[in-house]
């Protein structure tokens, strides 16, 4: 049974910092890409960061470059997303998603909340 589970979210003020893990499990995860997406209330679901299976190239929304960065590690099974500088409008669900073209597949988290205000 395939599973990937967000962790991490929380509730932070603004210039502050979260890590989000996302644990995968009943999948080859090495073989897959992995991205962060979020949604906010109201607003369609937008991509934040990816990384690929093979040479862990990255990949950031323009909104986010500079603050946060993904990364994963291929023995734990786990793919993170470091966030710093924290804005308001950062605030969304943020949702762990594996990628893969050929064959094509993808698995979804169920998402974490993350929320920053003052």
């Known amino acids: 049974q395939v599973q990937l589970v967000e962790s991490g979210g929380g509730l932070v003020q603004p210039g502050g910092s979260l890590r989000l893990s996302c644990a995968a499990s009943?999948?080859?995860?090495?073989?897959?890409?992995m991205r962060w997406y979020r949604q906010a209330p109201g607003k369609e679901r937008e991509l934040v960061a990816a990384?690929?299976?093979?040479?862990?190239?990255?990949s950031y929304a323009d909104s986010v470059k500079g603050r946060f960065t993904i990364s994963r590690d291929n023995a734990k099974n786990t793919v993170y997303l470091q966030m710093n500088s924290l804005k308001p409008e950062d605030t969304a669900v943020y949702y762990c998603?594996?990628?893969?073209?050929?064959?094509?597949?993808?698995?979804w988290g169920q998402g974490t909340q993350v929320t920053v205000c003052s």
């Open positions: 009943g999948y080859a995860f090495s073989s897959y890409a």
């Open positions: 990384i690929t299976n093979a040479s862990g190239s990255t």
């Open positions: 998603n594996a990628f893969r073209l050929e064959p094509r597949g993808t698995y």
